[in-house]
């Protein structure tokens, strides 16, 4: 059984394309973290959320605790964007982190 | 720099060898994680710490897989008489204080192969 279910698995944008990174968790969480995965391994933590939205630049991600659903828009994606982007949730009951398989996104030029 | 820093990049050992991992946080942070990503997947929790105490390890695969870490600072991924199967990557991470709400800095990992 996954905690953390993500969608799609593998995504192929244009440049200039708004994208859109889907993640659906069945725990209770105190937060959740959208991370982005280099080849190579280096991890970035991008946003920790417990509700609402936030905006980093062209990032965008949103929370809605009720549904236990969480979206990553990129929006005028480049090929800079190109990571694998993972969700992760922390459980309300102790430490557990719980991660998504990651969604591999290409933007090609 | 002042990130999280692990080592060695690159590990590679025959099955049964014994192997360590090191991590060195960021300097201040309280908090430490383990994770095992396994190609493909996304990364598992192995175990946590706060300080030098381990509150959490539910997530280490076996009694094989041991971590401390002494002194709060730098922490030590022991794994005993490996086995292919402990073939990951493992990353470790570090934040400030607590853990569901505090932002986690990742190292680059740890590559092992067991042959």
């Known amino acids: 059984k996954n905690e953390v279910e993500q969608s799609p698995q593998n995504l192929t944008a244009q440049e200039g394309e708004f994208i859109t990174i889907n993640c659906s968790y069945s725990?209770?969480?105190?937060?959740l973290h959208w991370l982005q995965q280099h080849p190579g391994g280096g991890i970035v933590s991008l946003f920790m959320l417990s509700s609402g939205k936030k905006k980093h630049g062209r990032l965008i991600a949103t929370i809605n605790i009720q549904e236990k659903h969480s979206s990553l828009h990129i929006t005028a994606s480049h090929p800079r964007d190109s990571a694998v982007y993972i969700c992760a949730v922390i459980s309300n009951t102790g430490n557990q982190f719980y991660f998504g398989t990651g969604t591999s996104l290409t933007v090609i030029p | 720099g002042a990130g999280v820093s692990q080592s060695p990049r690159y590990k590679v050992a025959k099955r049964g060898q014994d192997v360590a991992l090191r991590c060195d946080p960021i300097?201040?942070?309280?908090?430490l994680f383990w994770y095992q990503q396994a190609l493909g997947q996304g990364p598992e929790f192995l175990t946590y710490f706060q300080n030098e105490a381990q509150l959490d390890k539910s997530g280490l695969p076996s009694d094989r897989f041991f971590a401390e870490r002494p002194e709060g600072s730098v922490s030590t991924l022991k794994i005993q008489r490996t086995q292919q199967e402990d073939s990951a990557v493992y990353l470790c991470a570090s934040s400030l204080v607590g853990t569901g709400n505090q932002p986690q800095h990742f190292g680059d990992g740890t590559r092992l192969s067991i042959l």
């Open positions: 725990v209770g969480i105190s937060a």
């Open positions: 300097s201040g942070h309280v908090s």
